[in-house]
């Protein structure tokens, strides 16, 4: 067993008991934690509150070496996810955005970068403006993070760079490989026909490079509600 303080995001809460609550976190340090908050339900309580779906918190708990939960001992709120009353699309991108790093992250994997993603994510999100880029952004950067961006540049049969930025029609058509995730060159496709590839515009791929940079931009500067 340890004892534990880091930065969090609250990415599910469960009711458990009568008074309790079994939480998934997102954490700075040590990346995806589940655990026990117990008595987290009663008026008095070490949480003061805090435990809010997307709330970003000060967590301490103690780590269990066995299989059991962990143990959420105390908390302090850093900031509430609350989007305006009509910023719905906001409200359900923040949602969105809890799912997603829950389903593709491991326990115990952490990735600050990540983390300060999300918490700038998730501030932008919680003001108005478009949601649509932000999340694109979010889930470029995660393909990024897990190694699956796409080849976009250099062609995945031959490894042969294609000339993106010499071409000035953006909807050029190019060709893309599924199952290898990524382009594939003149003389590659020549070979191949089109057999399991999809075609797809230099624009559409341009875009994609955009997102992810966007992301790393406002890690960069620090700031969410940039992109
Ligand atoms: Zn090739």
Redesign the pocket.
């Known amino acids: 067993m340890s004892i534990e303080k880091t930065d969090a995001i609250v990415l599910k809460t469960v009711d458990f008991m009568e008074s309790s609550l079994v939480l998934t976190v997102y954490t700075r340090d040590l990346g995806k934690v589940r655990g026990l908050a117990k008595g987290a339900r009663r008026l008095k309580n070490p949480f003061e509150t805090s435990l809010d779906l997307l709330a970003s918190i000060k967590l301490t708990f103690i780590k269990k070496n066995s299989d059991a939960l962990d143990l959420f001992t105390e908390a302090k709120l850093a900031r509430r996810f609350r989007p305006n009353r009509r910023n719905l699309r906001g409200l359900y991108a923040g949602y969105y955005v809890a799912e997603l790093l829950d389903s593709m992250t491991e326990d115990y994997d952490p990735d600050s970068e990540l983390w300060r993603l999300t918490d700038l994510t998730l501030a932008s999100l919680a003001k108005r403006g478009r949601v649509g880029s932000r999340i694109f952004a979010f889930e470029a950067f995660l393909l990024d993070a897990f190694g699956e961006f796409p080849s976009v540049r250099n ?6 760079e294609l000339p993106l930025d010499r071409v000035d029609n953006l909807e050029r058509k190019i060709w893309f490989e599924n199952d290898r995730g990524g382009v ?6 020549a070979k191949k026909r089109t057999l399991g590839l999809v075609p797809t515009t230099i624009g559409a791929l341009k875009a994609l490079e955009s997102a992810r940079d966007a992301a790393r931009n406002m890690l960069l500067y620090n700031v969410g509600g940039s992109v």
């Open positions: 062609c995945v049969e031959c490894g042969q594939v060159c003149r003389d590659c496709l």
